[in-house]
């Protein structure tokens, strides 16, 4: 299948240097309020690890005296975010923080459009299809379509996976200039998952610069042994990923010669599809 290759003009970015400096000057500035800092601190304290916290870990975790820790959680408990136990006196997150994933999916501009793609490639490949945008140096799940065969069911909507060793994330990561992928690469902790997770930096930038060249992304077994991945990135009209489409197939489902090509040209149809509306809005 032809395709059409996304504009490889960029607009300038600012250098790791730069960047380092902007955060600073935003945590020094008077505008800054620390106080909602520390609330946000005890909200991310529950990570998932525990599902229950009690004051004293809250404490630990966010590194705020017990004091301080009273007053956030009593605050965060008399708002309805945080949950308190009466018997336990154990802390844990309340449904109503649902309340911004919900705002966040319904006015975004595109979850609302890639819900029909990624409904229409599900149907056709019968697999899971996934819309993840980047946050930083993760992808984060933001709509996901699974199959009676999807492979990781605990992978829904809000899940966070680094982004060199997924296929949706290094397909957004091949949309960058090579400082900033220098820059990303140093943030991040290059962990080898499984026997084939490509951790190197210089291994990692060659592989963008292939992803480059033919249009997507394709993972094989690195984050997740037995999940195959394959992912084009939805651009602006700068020609910068903000998302990607991927299609996730379990290894038992999998047949190279038949699924790989058929898989690329689904993503990268797509994937155009979206970009292409995307840059005749703007």
């Known amino acids: 299948m032809a395709t059409t290759k996304a504009p490889r003009t960029r607009a300038k970015t600012a250098t790791a240097p730069e960047a380092a400096a902007a955060v600073a000057a935003s945590t020094d500035s008077t505008l800054y309020v620390q106080s909602v800092e520390k609330a946000m601190k005890v909200l991310t304290a529950f990570d998932g690890s525990k599902r229950h916290l009690s004051l004293s870990e809250i404490a630990a975790a966010t590194g705020l005296d ?7 959680t009593f605050t965060l408990s008399a708002l309805g975010y945080l949950l308190k136990d009466p018997q336990s006196k154990k802390y844990e997150l309340s449904p109503k923080l649902l309340d911004f994933t919900y705002h966040y999916l319904v006015s975004n501009e595109l979850v609302s459009r890639a819900a029909p793609y990624l409904q229409q490639l599900a149907a056709e490949t019968e697999e899971a299809t996934n819309l993840t945008v980047r946050l930083d140096t993760d992808i984060v799940f933001v709509l ?12 829904i909507v809000g899940s966070r996976l680094p982004a060199y060793c997924t296929a949706p994330g290094l397909a957004m990561l091949a949309t960058l200039d090579d400082a900033e992928v220098d820059d990303l690469l140093a943030r991040t902790n290059l962990v080898q998952f499984t026997p084939a997770t490509v951790a190197q930096p210089r291994k990692i930038k060659e592989r963008l610069a292939r992803i480059r060249k033919q249009g997507y992304a ?5 984050f997740f042994m037995g999940d195959i991945s394959t992912a084009a990135a939805v651009v602006n009209q700068d020609g910068r990923a903000i998302g990607a489409i991927n299609i996730a197939v379990p290894r038992v489902r999998w047949n190279a010669e038949r699924d790989e090509r058929r898989f690329a040209d689904l993503v990268i149809q797509t994937a155009g599809a979206l970009s292409a509306r995307r840059r005749q809005e703007s």
């Open 66 to 72: 017990i004091s301080a820790a009273q007053r956030f």
């Open 144 to 155: 996901r379509i699974v199959s009676r065969s999807v492979f990781n069911a605990n992978v």
């Open 218 to 222: 394709h993972t094989e077994d690195e």
